[in-house]
Structure formats: structure tokens, C-alpha cells
């Protein structure tokens, strides 16, 4: 692979890092306003208020940078930035087509990929830490917490349908995908979708902010571009998660003329499994902290191995 | 010296001074922070040696879950923003032992292996890495795993409220 061709993909993932989130974050706005009968943003840039969150980075750029006094200056200002690295990295590993379409082929992609989200984590509690707040602190443990809770599940979950295709490379699971295993991978699918939505903090999994309680849990004392980071994290962790679960378990670009065609069928796919984030958003309301832990431990655990075993005896079954 | 040399190097030196940061620094949560850095710099040396699979283990367990889990209990009990200075022990001792010890690794391991040549091992994939364990190495994985196992007993005995 020459230096070309490698700088060509990490700008393609890059320019891919950019544009998906505001992508997702306008659908959220305008998805979010009908579901609520509302029209949501419908000024910015003219036609239905496509322009709204490029005004809203404007607005971001120009906010004043403030960093409290008591708080560890050099630790707060570094969190926005180690909470956004991550899902940049796991993009790269991520299949967009059939064949070579894919940001850096790894062998072990899907291992990579489970192995940097986590370590998101540390940017929350960095964050939750330094800003010398109680809020803000309560909020870093409940999502410290709630993380290594769901870790396990979502690793469980991914786990199996690497049994399933014999392979931790992300091009090749995708390549040895059958529909069939919509039915056989029915319960890991729900899991990793549930437990990914904890992952990335979203309602009803949204405990560690909770704005009635915590103000905003530990994003509380940013503003600005700091706080800014700290949204396009979470948008684009709505991606990773949705193109993580359309890859592994909805069969990634497989679709009718794959050959040509495969990328759109990933980007639908992935677009789909958004759609249904922003909704359980809307529609769900917050689980308690109790619950929270319950649904992981008591429920997503248990059938996460369930389905370790049943995937077991499949391909026993099969061999 | 390779280019891999020159960057084994160069991260073998990030490794050792953020642990030297590690015991020196006097906030206690930043200590954290920095075990981070050694454990990540470790990770990517791991990398450099070829053995992927074992990279990624090391940024999943070490980064992703124990060194959390440290700065989790810590900011439980408390972490105070600023130097903490009343948690210092004599330095003396502490060096004597850490850099005896240190020195003393380094000395054997470059004594042992001091006209030794080693060819680098093919790749560390998920396959050699898997074969090896559940081939030569299955007895000691089944006990180490059996260990596990009663800590994770013993971790919900000790956590029972007695009733």
C-alpha cells in the first residue's frame, strides 16, 4: 500500500467523521420535532432548516472558553479530545463495501473496534473529575459504572457472531454473513443494540447526565468548542454503534447487486439502525440507576450467554 | 538499529517516564491518568513486536477495564483536586527498592540474553494466539481460570449483607 492510497483512505474516513454526525444530528432534530409535533429548525440555510447545526458550530466557535479555577486545568481541557479519538479509530476498521472498501482491513477489526470504545470511559471520568463539581463527578461515576456494567454484554454479544463466522475481521464476517442468521443472532442483536445504546450514553440510558437531577452530569462546567467535542462524540458514537450492528448483524453492504451497490446498502442499513436510536430517544422515558444495573446483569448478561451457547451448538451442528 | 528499534525505543522511554510519573506525581487521581499512558505506551509496544491480538488485550483489560475500575474506587473515596502531600512516605526506601529492583531486572535479562540471537516470530494473530493457549497451554489456563473462579466467589461472599 502506498503513501497515496493510505493518505486517500484516512481522508475518506476523516471526511466520513465529519459529515455522518451532522447528519444523524439533523435527523435527530427534525425526526425528534415531528415526532413531537413540532417542526423542529426551519430557518438556518433556508429549506427546512438544513443549515441548523453548521450555525450551531458557529455559534460554538465564538462562545467564550471558560475552565473553572479550582478545577485540574491541564485534565479538563484534554477530555473533550480523548472522549473523541476512539470512535474516530474504529471508523477506520469499519467495512463500507464488498472487497477493499474499507477504511484498513485489520485482521483482528472487530477486537480493535471493542478494545477502543472502551476506552471512552476514561475521557468520562477525566472529564467528571476535574471539573471540580459535585454534579459533574456523580454523573462521571454513574457512567463509570453503567460502562463497565454494559461492557460485558456488548462484548458477549459481538463475541458470538465471531464464533458464528469464525473470524474477528469485520470484512470477512460481513463477507460470510447469511440471512438466515438474522433468526440464529436474533438475541446477540439485541443485546449489542441495547448495550451499545449504554455505551454511548443514550436515552433511556442517559442516567450519567440526567438533566433534572445533575444539571448535566459531567459535561456540566464546558462550553464551547470543548463542549461541542463532547456533542459530536456522542453523534458520532450513534454512528459507530448503528454501522457496528448493521455490520455484524444486519449483513453490512449484502443487499440486491451488492457488487456495485454494497456501500448503499451499508449506508441504509446503518442510517436505519440510527433512525431507531434517535426514536427510543423519543419515546422511552430515563431508567432508574437501579434498573439500569438490573436490565444488564439480569437480563442482557444471562442472554448474551445464552447465546454463546446456542451458537455453539450450531456450529458443532453444522461442522 | 531499524526503524522499529528507533521506535521501540522511543516508546519504551514514554513508557518508563510516565511510570516514573506514576509514583512521583502527588496527585493521586493524575497518577491514574498517567498509568494510562504506561499502560497504553506498553499496548503499542506490543504492536511493534508484531503480537496484535495481545496490543488489543492490553488496551481492553488494562486501559478499557482495571485501571477504570482504580479510578473509579478513587474518586469513590476520595480524590482531591491539587497536590495531596500528607499521603507521601519517606523517599529513601522507595527508591532504594524500586531502582534496586529495576536495575537489578535490567542487569539479569541483559546478562542472560547478552549473545543471543532471536529471530522475530511470525505475527501474533488471534489464531497463533488461540492454538497456543488451547493447545500447549491448556492445563495452566484451565487452573488460572479455576482461580478466577473463586475470586469471583469469594468477591460475592464478601459483599453478602448477612442476614
Known amino acids: 500500500m502506498d503513501w497515496l492510497e493510505l493518505a486517500l483512505r484516512v481522508g475518506a474516513v476523516t471526511v466520513a467523521f465529519l459529515v455522518l454526525p451532522l447528519l444523524v444530528g439533523q435527523t435527530e432534530h427534525k425526526v425528534m420535532a415531528h415526532m413531537q409535533a413540532r417542526l423542529g429548525p426551519m430557518y438556518a440555510g433556508a429549506f427546512h432548516g438544513w443549515a441548523q447545526l453548521i450555525a450551531d458550530g458557529v455559534k460554538f466557535v465564538q462562545k467564550e472558553d471558560i475552565t473553572p479555577r479550582a478545577a485540574d ?10 472522549a473523541l479519538i476512539p470512535y474516530l479509530l474504529v471508523l477506520l476498521v469499519i467495512p463500507l463495501g464488498p472487497g477493499d472498501l474499507v477504511g484498513q482491513p485489520l485482521d483482528i477489526g472487530l477486537f480493535f473496534a471493542l478494545a477502543i470504545v472502551g476506552v471512552g470511559v476514561v475521557a468520562v471520568l477525566m472529564a467528571a473529575w476535574s471539573s471540580a463539581n459535585k454534579y459533574s463527578l456523580l454523573g462521571g461515576l454513574r457512567a463509570a459504572a453503567q460502562l463497565m456494567g454494559y461492557e460485558l454484554p456488548f462484548v458477549l454479544a459481538a ?73 459530536l462524540a456522542e453523534y458520532v458514537g450513534i454512528v459507530v454503534i448503528s454501522a457496528l450492528t448493521a455490520t455484524l448483524f444486519l449483513g453490512g453492504w449484502h443487499g440486491p447487486m451488492a457488487e456495485s451497490l454494497g456501500w448503499l446498502w451499508m ?26 444495573q438490573r436490565l444488564c446483569w439480569l437480563i442482557l448478561v444471562p442472554v448474551a450467554l445464552a447465546q454463546l451457547v446456542l451458537t455453539a451448538w450450531v456450529r458443532v451442528a453444522m461442522a | 538499529m531499524t526503524a522499529i528499534d528507533v521506535m521501540l525505543s522511543a516508546v519504551g522511554l514514554v ?149
Open chain 1, 159 to 231: 463475541a458470538s457472531v465471531a464464533m458464528a463466522a469464525g473470524t474477528l475481521s469485520l470484512p470477512l464476517i460481513v463477507e460470510r454473513w447469511e440471512p438466515w442468521w438474522l433468526l440464529w443472532q436474533l438475541p446477540a442483536t439485541l443485546v449489542f443494540f441495547i448495550a451499545g445504546l449504554a455505551e454511548i450514553r443514550r436515552p433511556p440510558f442517559d442516567m450519567p447526565i440526567a438533566d433534572s437531577e445533575l444539571v448535566f452530569g459531567y459535561m456540566t462546567e464546558y462550553t464551547g468548542l470543548r463542549f461541542a467535542f463532547f456533542l
Open chain 1, 267 to 292: 449506508l441504509l442499513k446503518t442510517g436505519a439502525v440510527a433512525f431507531l436510536v434517535i426514536w427510543f430517544r423519543v419515546a422511552w422515558p430515563r431508567l432508574r440507576e437501579d434498573q439500569l
Open chain 2, 15 to 163: 513508557a518508563v517516564g510516565s511510570a516514573l510519573a506514576v509514583v512521583s506525581t502527588q496527585h493521586l487521581v493524575r497518577a491514574g491518568l498517567w498509568l494510562v499512558v504506561t499502560l497504553g505506551a506498553v499496548a503499542v509496544e506490543f504492536l511493534l513486536l508484531r503480537a496484535e491480538f495481545v496490543a488489543w488485550v492490553q488496551v481492553l483489560i488494562y486501559v478499557g477495564a482495571v485501571v477504570v475500575l482504580l479510578l473509579f474506587a478513587v474518586m469513590l473515596t476520595r480524590a482531591p483536586i491539587g497536590r495531596s502531600t500528607d499521603l507521601d512516605r519517606p523517599i529513601g526506601p522507595a527508591l532504594l527498592i524500586g531502582a534496586g529492583s529495576g536495575l537489578g531486572l535490567a542487569g539479569l535479562f541483559a546478562w542472560v540474553f547478552r549473545d543471543m540471537r532471536v529471530n522475530p516470530p511470525p505475527t501474533g494473530s488471534a489464531q497463533r494466539v488461540g492454538e497456543a493457549i488451547f493447545g500447549d497451554w491448556v492445563l495452566p489456563f484451565e487452573v488460572l481460570s479455576v482461580l478466577l473462579l473463586a475470586a469471583l466467589v469469594g468477591a460475592i461472599v464478601l459483599s453478602k449483607k448477612d442476614t
Open chain 1, 73 to 82: 486545568g491541564p485534565v479538563f481541557k484534554l477530555a473533550p479530545g480523548v
